[in-house]
């Protein structure tokens, strides 16, 4: 797809993006399960591997999938902060990378969520508007999100790192948390 907009309640949550998809599908019709091999999808520059497995026999959908985005530019990740909330990025000057992996196993259906963890590494990354006098540097971000269980309350969200200089300031913060829904555990610093 060489350009797609997507506009809702007046707010463009993607622009002209250009999208690209190469994989290999395997799709039992019969009891409904589809495979996916050595994947690729393009949102801009940004390209995601992933593969697994999703069926669907009944109300119930079964997924074990995976997803990977290595060592992209950190800009290209911006690029897709819809226009709304993203002034100038055209002129913006953006330096370093990022990575994210994630994977969903387990069930889903009105009463059960499946298991997911989701891992974001940004690394050394530099941020430059062109209205500010000066920069954001050394930006770092180690970030984990996992749930094993099937319920709103296992969810662990693990914020090892954020840690960014802002005008030769710095500026750091940390965060652990679980049982976010029933007797909430928090540990934080900034």
Known sequence: IKSLTYKMDGINYLTKANIGFDGEIDADMEHWVYTFKDNNFRLNAINTAFAG???MPDETISM???VAIDKSKFKDLLS???AFYMN????LIAKGDFSLKASVKGDYNDSLMPAYEVALLVNNVYVKYPDLPKSIEHIAVDLKVKNESSQMNGV???LKKFYMEMAGNPFEIRLITNNVMVDPHI???M
């Open 53 to 55: 497995k999703i069926a």
């Open 64 to 66: 074990d999938l995976s």
């Open 80 to 82: 897709l902060v819809p």
């Open 88 to 91: 100038d990025y055209n002129d």
């Open 156 to 158: 662990v969200v693990n």
């Open 187 to 189: 540990d934080a610093a």
